[in-house]
């Protein structure tokens, strides 16, 4: 616990360069099509979604807002 919470400081002075968010980036992808398709199927209900929260520790790693609000600003 205490090495995972050392890296992900780390992380945060090192920016996306980061071994972290290296790691993380791998499984961004997943979550974005998870959130991508919540989105599709609130649109074919007539509905929209104004704002998406990110939280959570992992939710201040450098980059991260960067690389939803490119893709899921559509």
Do not use: C, H, M
């Amino acid at each position: 616990y205490q090495r995972a919470e050392q890296l992900k400081r780390q992380s945060l002075l090192e920016g996306a360069a980061s071994p972290a968010f290296q790691n993380a980036r791998s499984n961004l992808s997943i979550i974005r099509s998870e959130i991508e398709q919540v989105i599709r199927i609130t649109q074919s209900q007539g509905s929209k979604i104004d704002k998406i929260l990110l939280s959570g520790g992992g939710s201040k790693l450098p980059g991260l807002l960067d690389e939803f609000a490119g893709e899921l600003s559509r």
